[in-house]
């Protein structure tokens, strides 16, 4: 599961210069499945327990490539032609203009988006994933979502999250959606800035089939003036 092998097959569609349509199927139990025969079906407490570093560094290199696809995967409105050139292309190197014809552009230009500056939400969405990594519990994505744009669930009850200082007290005005705010964070993951994780475990000890959980791990060192150097562009209606 990589934009390489992805890439490939999209490729045969229109090898012959015609208009042609690539279907892409897929479901988040894929991830999973993925990761399940890369980690040869094991726990991850258990391989990281023996130090299997051929193995962990497997692993850290199937991540990566995983949530390359998925954030191709989830994106809605975003060139399909400019995404697969964000994966390929050379520094410095032009972007392509809009392709105008595959099912994103086509949902964009329905849709009539607008094309909104994102940095001063992201920096916000740094800061939650920086609180809530540094507070010794398991946080998953949904979490960071939930926080981001201010969530009354359960949860956050329960645990006083509401409370945090990094709790807004105002609607966000451009990563306003759920779906959106987990773009962003796939998109500061693929980017190299935010860590998400894969784990594999037993739901019981006597349990023959792993479960497993997407969490938010940190974030790399100097992340808030990465971010600020970079250009953060999202459609939003």
Same mark, same amino acid.
């Given at each position: 599961?990589?934009?390489?092998?992805?890439?490939?097959?999209?490729?045969?569609?229109?090898?012959?210069?015609?208009?042609?349509?690539?279907?892409?199927?897929?479901?988040?139990?894929?991830?999973?499945?993925?990761?399940?025969?890369?980690?040869?079906?094991?726990?991850?407490?258990?391989?990281?327990?023996?130090?299997?570093?051929?193995?962990?560094?497997?692993?850290?290199?199937?991540?990566?490539?995983?949530?390359?696809?998925?954030?191709?995967?989830?994106?809605?409105?975003?060139?399909?032609?400019?995404?697969?050139?964000?994966?390929?292309?050379?520094?410095?190197?032009?972007?392509?203009?809009?392709?105008?014809?595959?099912?994103?552009? +086509?949902? $964009?230009?329905?849709?009539?988006?607008?094309?909104?500056?994102?940095?001063?939400? *992201? %920096? #916000?969405?740094?800061?939650?994933?920086?609180?809530?990594?540094?507070?010794?519990?398991?946080?998953?994505?949904?979490?960071?979502?939930?926080?981001?744009?201010?969530?009354?669930?359960?949860?956050?009850?329960?645990?006083?999250?509401?409370?945090?200082?990094?709790?807004?007290?105002?609607?966000?005005?451009?990563?306003?959606?759920?779906?959106?705010?987990?773009?962003?964070?796939?998109?500061?993951?693929?980017?190299?800035?935010?860590?998400?994780?894969? +784990?594999? $475990?037993?739901?019981?000890?006597?349990?023959?089939?792993?479960?497993?959980?997407? *969490? %938010? #791990?940190?974030?790399?060192?100097?992340?808030?003036?990465?971010?600020?150097?970079?250009?953060?562009?999202?459609?939003?209606?």
């Amino acid at each position: 599961m990589s934009m390489t092998s992805l890439i490939q097959e999209a490729g045969c569609a229109g090898r012959d210069g015609n208009t042609a349509t690539h279907f892409i199927f897929y479901g988040k139990k894929d991830i999973c499945t993925n990761y399940f025969i890369i980690a040869e079906y094991r726990e991850t407490a258990s391989i990281i327990a023996n130090i299997e570093q051929r193995l962990i560094n497997k692993l850290e290199r199937a991540t990566r490539k995983i949530f390359e696809v998925f954030y191709y995967y989830n994106s809605q409105y975003e060139c399909r032609q400019q995404l697969i050139w964000r994966y390929q292309a050379w520094p410095n190197e032009q972007k392509p203009p809009t392709c105008e014809i595959c099912d994103n552009c +086509i949902n $964009r230009i329905a849709d009539k988006l607008k094309l909104l500056d994102g940095k001063e939400e *992201i %920096i #916000k969405l740094i800061e939650v994933v920086e609180y809530l990594t540094q507070m010794g519990e398991q946080i998953g994505p949904d979490d960071v979502v939930d926080i981001f744009r201010g969530g009354k669930t359960a949860k956050i009850k329960q645990k006083n999250w509401n409370t945090l200082p990094v709790y807004p007290t105002e609607k966000r005005k451009v990563l306003k959606t759920k779906d959106l705010v987990h773009f962003a964070l796939t998109d500061l993951v693929v980017r190299g800035l935010v860590q998400k994780d894969i +784990i594999l $475990r037993k739901p019981i000890e006597s349990s023959k089939v792993l479960s497993s959980n997407i *969490i %938010i #791990k940190g974030v790399v060192p100097g992340i808030q003036a990465s971010a600020n150097m970079q250009t953060w562009l999202y459609f939003v209606k």
